[in-house]
């Protein structure tokens, strides 16, 4: 609830409206009830009558009540009412919108004035990103530091993973958003490949799209897992100090999709990425029948170790199927990643498709999942 007295509407009149906006009366809609305005809340619109420079003026004042179809954060509700004020007065016969503007942590209401775009300003860390690492990995030069700092990436993960919360509408959200929002699966599908695409048919991607449906359900089962997430953790959103540095450490970048959900998310997205450049360092890896073997092998296997070990979280093996899925699409995708050889592409789609067929993740031999599938796709 919000605080709200006629000084504080007068005052957000004359920053909205100009100097010359004076507040004349303020009440509950229909009835001008000065009963309960101190305490104006979710669901409880206001009559507002003012005038700018004599001309008299009315408006509603309300706020969106949060709810559990998307609307659980201030950003959401944000998003809905710009998008309001921006497009409401362009349909014929909708009501005009007059201000936009938000409530400050101390009440007071601030005006946003002709918005059209937004922006932040985040303080400069030191470091570079940490795929330069894995390029030099990549070039022959690994270093017992690499492995250090994939056991840090490991144990911060489970630091954070550790903090639950008991909210299964916004599990289940995640998840939801996980198969079908633009950024994820769904929208990778639809913009981030041609179709009809070279290595994977059309029917293909309905095969796994609808594969994924059963996984929905299955997570489902799982919203007691909700946990602090980062929501993006790849090499280009991680900083590094040097190898050489006497304390070594790291910091993260542009986290993304939600504060909360399921911790396999997390842990698939810096997996999938090791197993990328693996790969790329050794392309007769993905061959049918090779073996996953190498820098990046290791380093696959600390992750999974070290971060098992922190956590105690063996069920983040049941739960991180579709989320490789998710994570295997952006690194196949020709549109992010135009230069893969075919061969790797090929093996990344393997991947893809075979990931869905276990209960559980094997971590411990990936390169069963680079196997062709029933039927020889890829």
């Keep these: 609830m919000i ?19 004076e507040l004349d009366d303020l009440g509950a809609i229909g009835t001008l009830d000065k009963q309960g305005i101190k305490r104006f809340g979710y669901g409880k619109p206001l009559l507002v009558r003012f005038r700018v420079d004599g001309e008299p003026r009315e408006g509603v004042l309300s706020v969106m009540r949060g709810d559990k179809y998307g609307h659980q954060f201030y950003w959401d509700r944000a998003a809905i009412l710009m998008f309001q004020f921006e497009t409401s007065a362009r349909l014929p016969r909708h009501v005009r919108p007059m201000a936009l503007g938000y409530v400050d942590a101390h009440s007071r209401l601030v005006p946003v004035a002709e918005p059209c775009e937004f922006f932040i300003m985040n303080e400069k860390l030191r470091g570079y990103d940490y795929f330069l690492d894995l390029e030099r990995i990549s070039g022959g030069d690994y270093r017992p ?57 059309d029917e293909d991607f309905a095969r796994l799209e609808k594969r994924l449906i059963d996984w929905r359900w299955k997570l489902r089962g799982f919203s007691h897992r909700l946990s602090v997430v980062h929501g993006d953790v790849h090499p280009w959103n991680i900083l590094v100090d040097p190898p050489d540095a006497p304390q070594r450490d790291f910091r993260v970048l542009d986290r993304s999709r939600g504060e909360w959900g399921e911790p396999a ?57 579709p989320f490789f899925v998710f994570r295997g ?37 990936p390169g069963r999942y680079l196997e062709p599938c029933d039927g020889g796709q890829a």
């Design 145 to 201: 530091a690499d492995r250090d700092m994939a056991r840090a990436l490991a144990r911060w993960l489970a630091e954070i993973h550790a903090v639950k919360k008991d909210d299964a509408d916004l599990y289940y959200r995640h998840v939801r958003n996980l198969l079908g929002a633009s950024e994820c699966i769904m929208g990778l599908v639809d913009e981030a490949f041609p179709h009809p695409c070279p290595f994977l048919a």
């Design 265 to 321: 998310s997390d842990l698939a997205s810096l997996a999938a990425n090791y197993l990328l450049f693996g790969l790329r360092m050794n392309p007769e890896a993905a061959q049918p029948g090779a073996l996953f073997q190498g820098p990046f092998a290791e380093l696959w296997n600390i992750l999974f170790e070290e971060y098992l070990a922190a956590s105690g979280d063996q069920g983040v093996l049941a739960a991180i199927a």
């Design 329 to 365: 699409l952006v690194i196949v995708s020709p549109e992010w990643y135009p230069d893969h050889p075919e061969a790797v592409r090929r093996a990344l789609v393997r991947f893809i498709l075979r990931v869905l067929e276990d209960e559980a993740f094997d971590w411990r031999t």
């Design 3 to 21: 605080d709200l007295t006629p000084e504080r509407v007068a005052e957000y009149l004359r920053r909205a409206f100009g100097p010359g906006a």
